[in-house]
Every structure is written in structure tokens, then in C-alpha cells.
């Protein structure tokens, strides 16, 4: 029996995993242009327009607009709709606070559904129970590169008449059923921050083919200034934001733009290694795939249900493996004071306390229960594109040492 490294034995791995290095000598021409251009604005620039021209294409999609956040193209999304005071919208009880920032900001409540048991995914038949005369919109999110059921959620936004956003922050080039997820819906929002598929240190974008929302959001992006470029005093259209992207930024995402198709490509391949590797082990479940979907796999989750997921964990790290308890830890409505206990503007917590609204919501234990108790046992390995066929052997390896020798 081999003896765990936790325990005073060997590790299954000495050298540390391949860091990621996204950027490369793309990036920095395309940089070097945008600084020797001698102009960073991207409104009389080049960069940033050529990037949503080039990402719309790519996605197959009429508009593109970029931002600077994966929060605010997700923001952007929500002031498209332009939904009503005290409006209801329907959100993933495990995401980033970006995906429902913005809408609380557009004076919209979120409300919660639960997860289907093992997807990590939010259950259509809990989006649908959670409807109401208030519901502007549904916003899903594609939990970890896996695609929701869009079938069933579009079936229900169609049905209920509510616009459906996709939050593909983690989903970049994931088919879903032979489409990409971000096209099924009505608007989809994606994030360049670090971490992303796609990256640019920070930045957004958001696809639609809907006119109305793309000249809202392009708007909305600006302070809502209707007039900029004509002669004439300023007018400026609704309430709007400086979400403008930078040369710089545009820069970096234009380049990145070329690469991220091989980057899913060699995370899916990593990720279906590792799963093929694990999926015999008891107690282990490997990362779940939607049917009809395809996993792009910003991180590999699996879930541990026959041993302590923290002991499981800090024993994988003793074997050298880059791996995490819990995700987020607790979903969105726990670990938020703003949700919680309804810290947001002054002492009012608006919206939830507005006559807009009218009604009472706790955010509280128990809301979510399926996601609450899965993300307790949820394990996530941190793969890049940068790891080799060897490295994935070596995770999977771990994992298999642990789930065999743990007491």
C-alpha cells in the first residue's frame, strides 16, 4: 500500500505543475501598434472595434460590444432589457457576485434556483418554479466550462416570454447540441479577467443579435451619450456607465482571439484524460458533462462522496497536485453581504426594502439545498492549456493514491 505524502510518504509529484503564460509575441505587437499609434481611446482607434468585429464573426453573432469587466458585460446585458424597478431576476446559486452586481444595480432583485443534482447546473424545472409576475429574466451560468440545458431553458423563456443570458465567463468555444454556448441565448456575456480562457488581465464582451440591445448596450458602455461625434451640445440618451474599453486591453484580446480555440481544445482534452482516468474510482465522480454539451473546462471539478472532501484535498495537495475544496465555499447569497444582509446603497438596501418591489426575500440557509450540499464536496483541479498528457496522468494518479489509501 503506498503511503500518503500527507502521512510522511512519497509524492506523486516533486515538480510543480507547468504555470500558464498566455501572452507571447502576439500580444506585444499588437500592443506595440496600439502605443505607437500614440492613442489608447478606443473610440478613434482601431484595437478594440476590430475585436468586436472579429469576435461577433467568430461567434457567428450581428453585435459584439466590449467592456472593460466580465461584471459589466453581464451589467451591460441587464440594462439592455432595461427591466423595471423591483423586477425579479433569476440566477445560479454558485457564480462570481459580477453575474448578479449589475442587475442589483439596475434595481432588480435576484432570486435563486437550486442546482440539478450532480450537473452543477441550475435545474430548469427550479428556474421555472421560481417564476413570477415580477421575473424580467433568466441569466444562466455555464458552471466551469460545462453547458447548461439550454434546450429545456430556452423552452421555458420562450414559453414565460423572459430573455435568457448566458454568463459564459468560464465557456469560452463550448458547443452545446452544435451551437456555441453565448449563441443559444438572447444576449451572452463573457469575461477576459486573468484566470479566463480568453484572456486580457481584465475585459468583457457581450454578443447578440438583437438590435435594440446592442445599441442600448453600446450606449449604456458610454453614459448613455446619444450625441457623441456630432455637432451640437451634448445629449446624453438614459442613465448610463463608463464601461469603455482601452487600445491596450483591445489589444491583447486581439491576439488572444487568434488562441483560444486551441486553448479550450487542449483543456477539453486534459480534462477528458483525467475523467477517464478517475471514473472507476469509488467515492470519486468525475466533472459532470451536460448531454448534447461539451466541457471546455476552466477548471476540473469532481466531487468526493466517500471521504472528507477537506482531509481528501489537503492530502491531494501533499501529493503536489494543484487542487481546491468547495470552489466558492458557500453559494453566492451566503458569502455576500450584499445578498445576506442587504448591504448596498446607504442604509436603505435597495432594492430589496423598495416599494418598487414590495415583497420580502432572505437569502438564507437551506434556499439552494442541492447546490449547498454538492459544493461542500466539491474538489477542482486548476489544469491550464500549458500542461502535458504527463501532467494530467499525474492528477489523475494522485487522485486514485488518495481515494485508495485515505483512511
Not at 163 to 174: F, L, W
Not at 282 to 310: C, N
Not at 400 to 407: F, I, S, Y
Request: charged share 25%; glycine share 10%; aromatic share 10%.
Amino acid at each position: 500500500m503506498d503511503k500518503l505524502a500527507v502521512d510522511g510518504g512519497q509524492p506523486v509529484r516533486e515538480k510543480p505543475f507547468p504555470r500558464r503564460t498566455p501572452f507571447g509575441t502576439e500580444e506585444i505587437k499588437q500592443v506595440t501598434e496600439a502605443i505607437e499609434s500614440q492613442n489608447l481611446f478606443a473610440l478613434p482607434g482601431n484595437k478594440v472595434k476590430r475585436f468586436e468585429e472579429d469576435f461577433a464573426n467568430k461567434y457567428g453573432m450581428e453585435y459584439a460590444i466590449a467592456s472593460t469587466s466580465g461584471t459589466s458585460a453581464i451589467h451591460l446585458a441587464v440594462a439592455a432589457i432595461n427591466p423595471e424597478p423591483g423586477s425579479e431576476i433569476i440566477a445560479a446559486p454558485v457564480t462570481d457576485y459580477g453575474t448578479v452586481a449589475g442587475l442589483i444595480y439596475q434595481g432588480c432583485v435576484p432570486v435563486f434556483a437550486d442546482w440539478t443534482p450532480g450537473a452543477f447546473n441550475m435545474d430548469p424545472g427550479q428556474i421555472e418554479r421560481n417564476i413570477t409576475g415580477k421575473t424580467a429574466a433568466i441569466i444562466v451560468v455555464h458552471l466551469f466550462g460545462n453547458p447548461c440545458d439550454m434546450d429545456a431553458i430556452m423552452k421555458i423563456g420562450r414559453k414565460h416570454k423572459l430573455p435568457v443570458i448566458e454568463d459564459c465567463c468560464q465557456a469560452y468555444c463550448t458547443p452545446y447540441k452544435g451551437k456555441w454556448v453565448g449563441t443559444i441565448g438572447d444576449i451572452g456575456c463573457f469575461s477576459m479577467q486573468q484566470s479566463k480562457h480568453l484572456t486580457a488581465g481584465e475585459g468583457g464582451v457581450t454578443i447578440t443579435n438583437n438590435a435594440d440591445y446592442a445599441m442600448r448596450m453600446g450606449l449604456f458602455k458610454d453614459k448613455g451619450w446619444e450625441s457623441r461625434g456630432r455637432w451640437g451640445p451634448r445629449a446624453y440618451a438614459f442613465l448610463g456607465l463608463n464601461y469603455r474599453m482601452n487600445e491596450l486591453t483591445g489589444a491583447v484580446a486581439l491576439a488572444q482571439l487568434q488562441k483560444v480555440e486551441n486553448v479550450v481544445a487542449q483543456r477539453h482534452t486534459l480534462g477528458e484524460l483525467i475523467t477517464g482516468r478517475i471514473k472507476d474510482i469509488k467515492g470519486i465522480t468525475p466533472a459532470p458533462v451536460t448531454p448534447g454539451g461539451w466541457h471546455s473546462y476552466w477548471l476540473y471539478p469532481f466531487t468526493i462522496t466517500g471521504f472528507p472532501a477537506e482531509r481528501f484535498v489537503e492530502a491531494l495537495k501533499a501529493e503536489g497536485i494543484p487542487a481546491n475544496w468547495g470552489y466558492t465555499g458557500k453559494p453566492i447569497y451566503l458569502c455576500t453581504e450584499g445578498l445576506k444582509k442587504k448591504r448596498t446603497f446607504g442604509s436603505s438596501g435597495y432594492p430589496f426594502d423598495s416599494p418598487y418591489y414590495g415583497k420580502k426575500i432572505e437569502y438564507e440557509e437551506g434556499l439552494c439545498p442541492v447546490a449547498e450540499k454538492e459544493l461542500s464536496r466539491v474538489t477542482t483541479l486548476e489544469l491550464n492549456e500549458d500542461w502535458t498528457t504527463a501532467d494530467a496522468e499525474d492528477a489523475a494518479a494522485a487522485i486514485r493514491k488518495v481515494a485508495e489509501n485515505l483512511k
